[in-house]
């Protein structure tokens, strides 16, 4: 692989490629959000648990509620393949074509890089709130009165504030993807970057 995240002129904060560095820093992207969002209910925010969504909506809300370590052990390997396969896409595909097409995120720099992830959060978030959120979480918890409107406009009793704590949690997954899947020139040191003119700084 050549180019932008090609092995031959690109180094890597973790792993020897880019398919590999994505893989790793999407896992810990996904682990670190899921965890933040398993407490977001500590600051009174809509919890935001998505192993145990995941499971129901395979296995059902019977299954699920009657067998919880099933369903949030199945639910949870969804869950972080799902976070891993996007983590891939944003990293072999989005990351380098956001630089092409955006030319002072073109320079691979820990600012670049970071401002990417939280774009890439963004883009996950609009995904999520307009269409798995209402379409999928709606019709599941209709039963016991859980709503789930239009671009995630009710959630329960926490209403549109559910919107932006799906923005949260996904910020925090991109934030944390954007500065862990970090390019950089392979001709210099780690302390040297690439200006966007194309000058290395420190």
């Given at each position: 692989?050549?180019?932008?995240?090609?092995?031959?002129?690109?180094?890597?904060?973790?792993?020897?490629?880019?398919?590999?560095?994505?893989?790793?820093?999407?896992?810990?992207?996904?682990?670190?959000?899921?965890?933040?969002?398993l407490w977001f209910d500590g600051a009174r925010l809509p919890k935001f648990?998505?192993?145990?969504?995941?499971?129901?909506?395979?296995?059902?809300?019977?299954?699920?509620?009657?067998?919880?370590?099933?369903?949030?052990?199945?639910?949870?390997?969804?869950?972080?393949?799902?976070?891993?396969?996007?983590?891939?896409?944003?990293?072999?595909?989005?990351?380098?074509?956001?630089?092409?097409?955006?030319?002072?995120?073109?320079?691979?720099?820990?600012?670049?890089?970071?401002?990417?992830?939280?774009?890439?959060?963004?883009?996950?978030?609009?995904?999520?709130?307009?269409?798995?959120?209402?379409?999928?979480?709606?019709?599941?918890?209709?039963?016991?009165?859980?709503?789930?409107?239009?671009?995630?406009?009710?959630?329960?009793?926490?209403?549109?504030?559910?919107?932006?704590?799906?923005?949260f949690w996904h910020t925090i997954y991109g934030v944390n993807l954007g500065l862990l899947?970090?390019?950089?020139?392979?001709?210099?040191?780690?302390?040297?970057?690439?200006?966007?003119?194309?000058?290395?700084?420190?």
């Open positions: 692989m050549e180019g932008e995240h090609g092995t031959s002129d690109v180094k890597f904060l973790i792993g020897r490629n880019a398919g590999k560095s994505a893989v790793i820093a999407a896992f810990i992207a996904t682990h670190v959000a899921t965890m933040a969002g648990d998505f192993n145990n969504l995941n499971g129901y909506l395979v296995l059902g809300l019977s299954y699920g509620f009657a067998n919880p370590a099933i369903n949030f052990v199945v639910g949870g390997v969804i869950h972080y393949t799902s976070g891993i396969i996007w983590g891939v896409i944003f990293a072999l595909i989005f990351h380098p074509a956001l630089g092409r097409f955006v030319k002072p995120l073109h320079a691979l720099t820990p600012v670049n890089n970071f401002i990417k992830g939280v774009i890439w959060g963004a883009v996950l978030w609009i995904i999520s709130s307009a269409f798995w959120m209402p379409l999928l979480i709606g019709p599941l918890f209709q039963p016991i009165n859980v709503g789930v409107g239009p671009f995630l406009t009710s959630f329960g009793p926490y209403g549109i504030q559910a919107l932006f704590t799906n923005l899947f970090s390019p950089t020139p392979a001709g210099g040191s780690r302390g040297t970057w690439r200006s966007s003119s194309g000058v290395g700084v420190r």
